[in-house]
């Protein structure tokens, strides 16, 4: 029973002396997250790709809309499948198996001869990406120590936006090419990292807390001392771990037998049927997080950036092209910069500074862009501002919103309810992003250009006011701690009352049995 330590201990590992970051699990979460290069290579390369699809295949816009954005109503059926055999095979496996579904997709859509193939690649692309979207986030956040969680659950984002990066590089590069020849390798190639991927994972060790939840405590235990910052802080995980799997803290065996319901089983109806007041918030925290990254229009500005700066007054391909590479670059060293804010300014205040960001950059590139709509000459002015709005956009998008979108969600649920937990916000994010890119053109046909971009203004300033009343801090808590703080809405700095408290809030410190909450 060695979990009567004070919390503070568990709050912080000794902060005071500040660990070295570990390097084991560094390594481990940059393999698992570099599965996010799958999904930001599709969306950056689809970017200019369409383009040349159109030109080729001869289709209309609502078609290029349905190719850019079905790929984001495939990949819910991946994330859904992800949860469930993330529990069944483990998430390095499901890792593996996210690569060799993308690979499939990406070797169908390169060899794509007409408008219809190419869309049945796209739903194995799709699959593949779900699986990779949820599995992704979910194994790094298990993975990591406290003391860096939020840095490398972060790195899922930044490989996500160097995806993108060189999705742009792509789009410029085969832009040469003939137009059959081009667009077609601009999609195949995403075939090699997928391969990679699917091979060098398996060189990863499995989560800890997948592990416990099998009942295979021994192995659990050898990971932790290898993925901790120190001894201390290897023994307190493992005891809330096996707390929250109702495993006895006196049970030393490596092998256990582990009650059914830590496999998956009652897990849907937990969280929608009979959910307790901090699992409610927890949900609701997540879906909505979820939901306003992509309602605020991220994927229209990243898919379709060459549209939008063609309607700023760009007409040269070329130029189209090194504007969106010039996006990709900004995104990604925006990422670089927020992985290093997360563990230090913590993820409410980012989150809400990066939301204030956005407002102001979409109410400028909407003000710029109805500016030229309505000018029948060229404004080089207009141009710039256009440009400049968008950097800022991506930019502060991806030092808050982005990151900790995937940072918050996948550490705010509970080791019985996080798979599918995270799987539902993933399907929500997609879902999202399938509407807003396969409705962009004929939203801007029907408002303009600049019209939807201001309307893309009004919903960030409902995702401020959402994050703002129902998302408290989790920076500095382990994993088994961060339920206490929810349950209590409308309130940024709950104290948790306690298992038998009135508001039957989990407590933080693991001294307490929470098995009543685990059945």
């Known amino acids: 029973m060695a979990v009567d330590e004070p919390p503070s201990m568990k709050q912080d590992f000794d902060l005071q002396n500040k660990p070295k970051r570990n390097k084991f699990a560094l390594a481990c979460a940059v393999l698992a997250s570099m599965t996010s290069i799958l999904l930001g290579y599709d969306i950056g390369v689809m970017s200019g790709a369409a383009l040349y699809i159109q030109r080729d295949l001869r289709v209309s816009d609502v078609k290029i809309e349905i190719l850019n954005g079905i790929i984001n109503l495939y990949s819910p059926v991946g994330s859904f499948i992800a949860g469930r055999t993330s529990d069944w095979i483990g998430r390095r496996y499901t890792i593996a198996l996210a690569g060799i579904i993308f690979f499939a997709g990406a070797i169908l859509m390169g060899f794509s001869p007409n408008y ?12 593949g990406i779900g699986f990779a979207f949820l599995i992704a986030p979910v194994y790094t956040s298990e993975i990591s120590p406290t003391s860096s969680r939020g840095l490398l659950t972060s790195l899922p984002e930044i490989f996500l936006n160097g995806g993108i990066l060189i999705g742009y590089i792509s789009n410029y590069g085969f832009s040469k090419l003939s137009l059959r020849l081009g ?9 090699i990292p997928a391969m990679f991927l699917a091979v060098v994972v398996l060189v990863m060790p499995e989560s800890p807390r997948w592990l416990v939840a099998q009942g295979r405590l021994g192995e ?9 910052d120190s001894e201390e802080e290897a023994r307190l995980r493992l005891a809330d771990i096996k707390e929250t799997a109702g495993i006895p803290q006196d049970c030393d065996e490596d092998v256990v037998l582990v009650n059914k319901q830590s496999h998956g089983q009652g897990v849907w109806k937990e969280l929608f049927l009979h959910p307790t007041r901090p699992v409610l918030h927890i949900f609701i925290a997540s879906l909505g997080i979820h939901f306003f990254a992509q309602a605020t229009g991220i994927d229209a500005v990243v898919l ?18 090194l504007a969106t590479v010039a996006v990709g670059f900004v995104k990604t060293v925006s990422i670089l910069v927020a992985t290093f804010l997360l563990d230090r300014a913590g993820r409410r205040v980012l989150l809400l500074c990066s939301v204030s960001g956005l407002i102001l950059s979409l109410v400028t590139l909407a003000v710029s862009l109805t500016v030229v709509g309505h000018s029948s000459s060229t404004l080089t002015w207009a141009i710039g501002l256009s440009i400049a709005s968008v950097l800022a956009y991506v930019a502060t998008f991806s030092i808050g919103s982005g990151p900790i ?44 250009t600049g019209g939807a971009f201001f309307l893309f203004a009004a919903v960030a300033v409902a995702a401020w006011i959402f994050h703002y009343t129902m998302l408290p801090e989790t920076r500095g808590k382990t994993l088994e701690e961060i339920e206490g703080s929810f349950g209590h809405f409308w309130r940024r700095n709950p104290k948790p009352k306690g298992l038998h408290g009135t508001n039957g809030d989990i407590p933080l410190t693991s001294s307490v049995k929470t098995s009543t909450n685990i059945d």
């Open 116 to 127: 219809a193939f190419l869309m049945f690649g796209r739903f194995f692309a799709g699959v």
């Open 183 to 191: 667009w077609r390798l601009m999609l195949g190639v995403g075939a």
């Open 220 to 228: 659990a235990k050898k990971i932790l001392y290898k993925i901790s």
């Open 304 to 321: 379709y950036s060459p549209r939008i700066f063609q309607s700023a007054g760009i007409k040269s391909d070329n130029y189209l092209l």
């Open 405 to 448: 979108t995937w940072v918050y969600s996948s550490e705010i649920f509970p080791l019985r309810l996080r798979a599918q937990g995270v799987a539902i916000g993933a399907i929500v994010n997609r879902v999202t992003s399938g509407v807003i890119s396969m409705t962009f053109l004929s939203l801007c046909k029907a408002i303009t």
